[in-house]
């Protein structure tokens, strides 16, 4: 690197680490400093540099000012590089493309490199006499005093200004004293600036976020006032957004009586992780809607509130709709006909003689009716228990219908030598209100599995355990698992998991799981799975206590 740096044996010029002014200030110095706080409130970054180099530059009276800023990586230190010089109509700024590479140099080798690597500020009254001061080959530059000063942070140096005059002795230790105040402040401002940047670009993420999303979003605060709500939340209630902000919820619930759901939720203490969720018909609309109801909470100043979504579900209901006629038509129509089947096959099998070959296409016919049997008797069974209404809630100790479940299933499991485990934590006496008919089958289903898909010998651990408010029943087997493109299908109905490995075929419909499924819905609960092939499954569902 050809450097021409000269190096005379004049001392160094004391470096200022500190703000402190020793000197008296001078009314140009408060002039000064009071221009320049209030230029720090400024909250555009690039605005507020601007201003601060323009301002010092001007006010040291210097002929050139650079900035260099280090905002993440120290690579990075050309591009946000500042300059001015003195022209004829004051100071102008100097197109930053000319100066990139150079600033890269002077930070790496040059004085903005000493002042990074001291985290101090100097001047330099000649720059003949001054070792630090490096002239560069290709640099045309005439400065002969300079003032150069970190804007630095407890951790690291996030910028260097430097100012420069062609005359020596331009500069002096008390220039140095009131700019390495400036600094200190613009530090501050700066920090400021960066903030409020970033808080501006999440809320303008937000903003895009809010205005993609298809469904109503209203965000209340804990009093029920609104604190946002989305362009088409303001359309659903036929206003705007600004004017939504202006309202409460109760202003809210009387435009839309669906939203006096929420103003319901309200009457429960605020709880963070709360949750609810509500399908809705609007009477004057015509519509379906899923009402989510979330509490929202900041640990910062422990304000809180709630969040509420509002998806029109219109379509999906009526596809539903359409797909229950559909199985109720297939279910409860095709029955006549197979029992009529079914029936004839019966009589036939009377009037033909016994070595006639008719009587094996006979049991074939009959075969494959028994078939469709079974499968429209499980069509009913879902059927049922998703439509109808629940019936028989009772309160029952959840602890008796997992021991009961797990004696009666005992001789299977024994049968197989598979080792079984209950730790059944569930206070005996705690009841929950539901059909125990229904969750006493979820069980079993549960249990069933785990012995089907578990070889001889495996084992297979039952737990069932109160937290909160809340009842989880897990089934842990060492069976052969699940791979992972087909847990988010195995609780569908009819879907079973293709195994072209194993060579046993268990018997089944694929219609256990989704029975699961529905049952613990329609008690408000929820049903999960974890596993992993040749390692084991565990199944799970949790149930509100109340
Ligand atoms: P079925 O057992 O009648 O096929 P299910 O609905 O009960 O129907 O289960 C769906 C599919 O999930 C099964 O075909 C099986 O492949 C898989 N499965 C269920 N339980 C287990 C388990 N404990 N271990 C491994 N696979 C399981």
């Known amino acids: 690197m050809p450097l021409t740096g000269t190096n005379h044996n004049r001392a160094r010029e004391k470096s200022m680490p500190g703000a402190s002014l020793l000197k008296k200030p001078t009314s140009e110095d408060l ?45 990075d230190w050309e591009q946000a590089l500042i300059k001015y010089r003195r022209g004829d109509g004051g100071i102008e700024r100097v197109e930053q493309s000319q100066s990139v590479r150079f600033a890269r140099r002077v930070i790496r080798d040059g004085l903005a490199g000493w002042v990074v690597r001291e985290r101090a500020g100097v001047v330099i009254t000649d720059t003949r006499e001054d070792s630090r001061w490096v002239t560069f080959d290709d640099s045309t530059s005439s400065a002969r005093s300079v003032l150069c000063v970190p804007f630095q942070t407890a951790s690291a140096v996030i910028g260097v200004l430097t100012l420069l005059h062609s005359d020596p002795g331009h500069f002096d230790t008390s220039d140095l004293q009131t700019l390495t105040i400036i600094a200190n402040q613009t530090t501050v401002a700066l920090h400021n600036a960066t903030l409020f940047s970033r808080m501006r670009y999440k809320e303008r993420q937000l903003e895009a976020i809010l205005s993609a999303m298809p469904d109503s979003l209203i965000v209340l605060d804990q009093s029920g006032r609104v604190l946002r709500a989305n362009h088409i939340a303001a359309a659903w209630l036929d206003t705007t957004v600004e004017a939504l902000a202006e309202l409460s919820i109760d202003d809210l619930s009387r435009r839309e009586s669906l939203l006096e759901l929420v103003r319901d939720v309200r009457r429960n203490p605020l709880q963070a992780g709360q949750s609810w969720s509500f399908e809705t018909h609007s009477e004057n609309r015509g519509r379906d809607y899923l009402l989510n109801i979330s509490v929202w909470h900041s640990s910062v100043d422990g304000s809180g509130g709630y969040v509420v979504v509002i998806r029109d579900i219109t379509t999906l209901r009526d596809l539903n709709r359409f797909k229950d006629e559909m199985l109720h038509i297939a279910s409860h129509d095709l029955r006549s006909p197979l029992a009529l089947i079914t029936g004839y096959c019966s009589l036939i099998e009377f009037e033909i003689p016994e070595e006639s070959p008719v009587k094996e296409y006979l049991g074939a016919i009959e075969k494959a009716t028994h078939r469709m049997q079974g499968l429209l008797d499980d069509l009913l069974r879902v059927e049922k228990i998703r439509t109808s209404p629940m019936e028989m809630v009772e309160p029952v100790h959840f602890a008796d219908l997992v021991t009961s479940a797990l004696n009666q299933m005992r001789p299977q499991f024994d049968a197989r030598h598979q080792q079984i485990e209950a730790h059944v934590d569930v206070e005996s006496a705690l009841t929950i209100h539901v059909n125990s008919s229904m969750i006493r089958e979820a069980i079993e289903n549960y249990l069933e599995n785990a012995n089907k898909y578990t070889p001889d010998g495996g084992r297979i651990s039952v737990y069932s355990t109160v937290e909160g408010n809340r009842i989880n029943f897990v089934v842990e087997d060492s069976g052969i698992g699940i791979p992972p493109t087909a847990l988010p299908r195995v609780f569908e109905a009819f879907y079973r998991v293709p195994r072209p490995e194993s060579d046993e075929v268990v018997a089944g419909r694929g219609l256990g799981l989704h029975l699961v499924k529905a049952v613990i819905e329609r008690h408000k609960g929820e049903v999960w799975l974890e596993s992993e092939p040749g390692a084991g499954s565990r199944f799970g569902f949790w149930l509100p206590v109340n």
């Open 31 to 75: 002039d000064l400093l009071s221009e320049i706080s209030q230029m720090l409130t400024l909250i555009d970054r690039e605005q507020l540099l601007e201003r601060v180099i323009e301002l010092t530059a001007k006010a040291f009276g210097a002929e050139r000012a650079s900035l260099m800023l280090n905002p993440d990586v120290p690579e």
